[in-house]
């Protein structure tokens, strides 16, 4: 087999097309390596197969077909499908679940624990001398060839498959083992001395020299395919528990939708919703798709999106997503996104990406593969050889087939994938989406995190921030006028205005003749007085100079960044009111979060140096660079590069994106723009700047286990080779080694389940991830931070 690199032919750009193929048929790393190196050969076809997951991820030209992507994997010996239609997937998913009539595991488990059963006397017999009663050997003949024959078989078919093919795996070296070890016992009943009445075995972990037509090796041929197949079910059954977040994710959206059309409700299938259909959502029901409330009010429990456990106030005009729970009223909701496009499928879409995507440590331990089979195959022969020319039959057929049976690497096959499928599959469980596995690489190398302010540290929404009244006017009354003006207003400020009027004062009093003035404030007349809202220049014009004590509160206001509103009637101006963007109340913990792991935090920002100062103060960081246009953060974050730093970006906008593709780990916040999303490497669902740095932790908890898993599937093989070929090791109990390192790796990456975020302050759930001085971080409630919004 050759081990050449096939470099991927890239399809023309602007004639990309992308499509998932399951493989059946692969039964290690090594095949998955075959796949994808046979798809790669074609012109303008780039492939990525995942043993894992056992799913290849193709982008093809024109000039190709799905057919000939097909055509190419059974060429290959492999089967290959593309994805069927989302009815038929159902109903395969349905069969296919664990315990259904086509589960996978069902056979598989079937297999493996009859060979286990017939295996386990085998053992006993030959490790035993006690138990070797006459003809024992007999008996465990007729125990193990069931096992090798009919336990061994997919291993031998694989074998013959590929071997017509002129190829070699795993598969060839486990039945290449097993029929020796099954051979050479057969030769020894029927042709040696082995058969005869009273023979005795004694059992031991080192070879001896000996006449080898004596000895059989049964328990080596049934131990081997029976440690081989308990392996294999368990690294099956972990893949798939592995990958249950994706499949939870999935089955979390409603089955049907409740369509308002003519004034009735009809239950149609979810499939069968369309974009602008009305559809009803009673209490307790999930939201069929992504929508905008049209009638009624509610709390909906986003947490199955976002982990907050907060449910959230939504009314007409509120956005709502697909899968998440109405726990207040009923609501009428009008259907903006289905199917696919749905929030809830965008995320399955990025974990899956990502869980099919190979980091560059995958790729090494691929190759490594590749090379591997036939470097074994040579080896083994050498040995047997080697161990022929001193003239021990036995101990050359011993250590060649230890040979051939410590050296199957799936556990490097699955140190990589199974960590990826564990991982993400934690992250999409905490609102965290990794995108691909190169992420994880980066996170390793990150040293300083650059944070935009607005919709990242703050909200991005304006608040009422402060009320300042001249002397003898009640502050009250100045904000419930300025609000009721304000209530008639589409303008943000005013929006801010009047909910904060709202908040302090309760209900509001109508407004008559309202009118909007040239995006620089609104009059209206209130309970019989003219008010007039806006710029202290628009008060001004119409003869409302300020006195000098709402002069100094607008100065004061503008020296904070925020935005002074001047409030005035019957001729005069009454009070000026101060709006501000909100400081996130998790800002100042999270900024602490990143400093404690090592991070260099810097305030990236296009408002003006005081407001972002002033942000920077309030949160604990101590750079800034303030007044920058969205290609000037592209130039600060290739600075900070060229400087010599890794860098993170978190942003939020559209202005944000081209700084998050520029840097060396982008980290979108779930509640920004799809553009900014797109372009990041993570996407953190809740918005809240905190999972940044559990999303960093996970990330490199991840990259973290892989390496682990590496060096244990590497530094296994390296070590117990020499042993096997030195005849130093059993094949029984090099069997069992192989086996249990499949294991091992699949059970560590498992671990990655376990994962926690840190405990929030504030909140209970205190856990071991806790840093000693989270406490010292308390974020409060929500508070007013500097803006550079301008005033109307």
Same mark, same amino acid.
């Given at each position: ?25 692969? #039964? ?82 079937? &297999? ?187 709390? !909906? ?35 903006? &996104? ?110 300083? !995190? ?29 904000? &419930? ?88 009637? $019957? ?14 109340? #998790? ?23 005081? !407001? ?141 389940? #376990? ?8 909140? $209970? ?28």
């Amino acid at each position: 087999m050759s081990s050449e690199s096939v470099e991927p032919k890239r399809a023309p750009a602007g004639a990309e097309h992308r499509i998932e193929l399951a493989i059946g048929g692969m #039964t290690c790393a090594s095949c998955a390596n075959r796949v994808e190196k046979k798809l790669n050969k074609l012109d303008g076809v780039t492939a990525e197969v995942n043993y894992a997951t056992e799913k290849a991820r193709v982008t093809y030209a024109d000039g190709v077909s799905a057919d000939d992507l097909v055509a190419q994997v059974e060429k290959a010996g492999y089967t290959a499908t593309p994805p069927p239609p989302p009815d038929a997937e159902r109903g395969a998913d349905s069969a296919a679940a664990e315990g259904g009539p086509n589960d996978p595991l069902r056979s598989l488990r079937t &297999r493996t624990a009859v060979s286990l059963l017939l295996s386990a006397p085998v053992i006993a017999m030959a490790m035993v001398p006690a138990l070797q009663f006459t003809y024992w050997q007999w008996a465990s003949l007729t125990l193990a060839a069931p096992v090798v024959v009919w336990g061994a078989l997919p291993f031998h078919r694989a074998a013959a498959k590929n071997l017509r093919l002129g190829q070699a795996t795993m598969d060839t070296l486990v039945s290449m083992g097993t029929l020796a070890a099954f051979g050479w016992s057969l030769y020894a009943l029927f042709l040696g001395t082995a058969g005869e009445p009273g023979t005795m075995h004694a059992f031991s972990l080192t070879v001896e020299r000996g006449g080898g037509a004596g000895n059989i090796y049964l328990e080596v041929a049934a131990g081997v395919t029976s440690f081989i197949l308990l392996g294999r079910y368990f690294e099956a059954r972990s893949k798939r528990r592995a990958g249950a977040a994706l499949r939870a994710l999935l089955e979390l959206g409603a089955k049907d939708a409740a369509v308002v059309r003519g004034g009735r409700e009809e239950r149609v299938p979810v499939d069968r919703l369309a974009v602008g259909d009305v559809f009803a959502v009673r209490p307790g029901e999930k939201f069929a798709a992504d929508g905008e409330v049209q009638e009624g009010t509610s709390a !909906v429990d986003r947490s199955m999106l976002t982990g907050e456990s907060v449910p959230e106030e939504v009314g007409p005009g509120s956005p709502v997503a697909g899968a998440t729970a109405n726990v207040g009223g009923r609501l009428l909701v009008r259907a903006t &996104r289905v199917g696919s496009d749905t929030q809830l499928a965008q995320m399955a879409r990025l974990v899956e990406d990502a869980q099919s995507g190979k980091a560059e440590v995958q790729r090494l331990a691929d190759r490594v593969s590749g090379v591997f089979v036939p470097v074994v195959i040579a080896l083994a022969a050498a040995t047997l050889g080697f161990w022929l020319s001193t003239g021990g039959a036995a101990e050359a057929f011993t250590a060649a087939v230890a040979v051939l049976i410590i050296a199957c690497p799936c556990a490097l096959g699955l140190a990589t994938p199974t960590a990826l499928l564990v991982g993400t599959g934690r992250g999409a469980q905490l609102g965290i989406l990794i995108k691909g596995p190169e992420v994880l690489e980066t996170t390793r190398r990150i040293d300083t !995190v650059v944070l935009d302010k607005t919709g990242t540290v703050t909200t991005g929404r304006m608040a009422l921030a402060g009320v300042a009244a001249a002397g003898g006017v009640d502050e009250a009354e100045a904000l &419930r006028l300025a609000g009721a003006v304000e209530d008639a207003s589409e303008h943000p400020i005013g929006r801010a205005i009047a909910a904060g009027a709202v908040q302090r004062v309760g209900g509001l009093p109508g407004v008559d003749g309202f009118a909007a003035i040239g995006g620089r404030g609104v009059e209206g007349v209130v309970e019989g007085r003219r008010v007039l809202v806006g710029r202290p220049a628009l008060l001004a014009e119409r003869g409302m100079e300020l006195p000098q004590e709402l002069e100094r509160a607008v100065e004061r206001d503008r020296e904070q960044g925020r935005t002074a509103v001047a409030v005035g009637w $019957d001729g005069a101006a009454r009070a000026v009111l101060a709006v501000s963007d909100t400081l996130k109340p #998790t800002s100042k913990e999270a900024v602490a979060r990143l400093r404690a792991l090592g991070l260099r935090p810097v305030l990236l920002t296009g408002d003006t140096s005081g !407001v972002a100062e002033a942000v920077a103060a309030e949160v604990g960081i101590g750079e800034v660079v303030a007044e920058v246009l969205p290609e000037d953060k592209v130039a600060v974050v290739r600075r900070l590069q060229e400087q010599g730093g890794t860098v993170a970006m978190v942003g939020d906008g559209v202005n944000d994106a081209a700084a998050l593709a520029q840097a060396d780990l982008g980290l979108a916040m779930g509640t920004g723009t799809d553009v900014a999303i797109e372009a990041g490497d993570l996407t953190l669902v809740r918005g809240d700047l905190r999972v940044a740095a559990d999303a960093i932790r996970l990330s490199r908890r991840t990259l973290a286990t892989i390496r682990g898993n590496l060096f244990w599937a590497f530094g296994y093989n390296v070590l117990a080779l020499p042993l096997a070929a030195a005849g130093l090791l059993n094949p029984m109990i090099a069997g069992g080694a192989m086996a249990l390192s499949s294991v091992f790796v699949v059970s560590n990456s498992l671990r990655l389940r #376990t994962f926690r975020p840190l405990a929030r302050d504030g909140e $209970d759930g205190r856990g071991p991830d806790r840093p000693a001085d989270a406490d010292a971080d308390a974020g409060g409630a929500a508070a007013p931070a500097p803006s550079a919004a301008s005033a109307r």
